[in-house]
């Protein structure tokens, strides 16, 4: 599951949302925290959930993270972590369930000019990936697949092609 979630702003419409699914899901994407990197995650406690956040630095807003089950074992993937801050921003964990090894990643793209370092990040967190690992990304990528016109066309052959 993936949700646009101001932590600061939802936090508890996420809390009921987790509470009404009853929080069968092992890991839940979140996009725009609007975490910043000086505020304390522990203030935000998911019950059954461990956060990982990825926050901007010197922007305000935005920011990715993962909720994953406390009872998963997991690592964080530094080296697929895309972090151009204001241009793309992503965080990836290794997380062991249903008998394999999952890679999962949260990454937003907000609408800008910067496709080559777009494509060039997400070449990168393919490209790293074993085949015996499965990959989900969950993303917040603002193009319009209703207009297959320029770098939306592009994206689409894009995700295509790394089936």
Not at 55 to 81: A, M, P
Not at 114 to 141: L, P, Q, R, T, Y
């Amino acid at each position: 599951m993936f949700v646009e979630c101001p932590c600061n702003n939802s936090y508890h419409e996420l809390l009921q949302l987790l509470d009404d699914i009853e929080s069968n899901l092992d890991v839940i994407g979140l996009c725009e925290t609007f975490l910043t990197s000086d505020q304390s995650h522990s203030s935000y406690s998911f019950p059954g959930y461990k956060l990982i956040v990825k926050n901007r630095v010197s922007l305000n807003r935005r920011g990715v993270g993962l909720l994953i089950k406390h009872c998963l074992k997991y690592e964080v993937r530094e080296d697929l972590i895309i972090w151009l801050e204001g241009e793309v921003e992503s965080n990836s964990v290794e997380v062991e369930f249903n008998g394999g090894t999952n890679l999962i990643s949260t990454l937003h793209w907000p609408p800008s000019d910067h496709w080559e370092e777009f494509v060039e990040g997400m070449n990168d967190i393919f490209s790293k990936v074993s085949d015996n690992v499965s990959n989900v990304v969950m993303a917040d990528f603002n193009f319009n697949l209703l207009d297959l016109t320029g770098h939306n066309v592009d994206f689409l052959n894009l995700m295509i092609s790394k089936e």
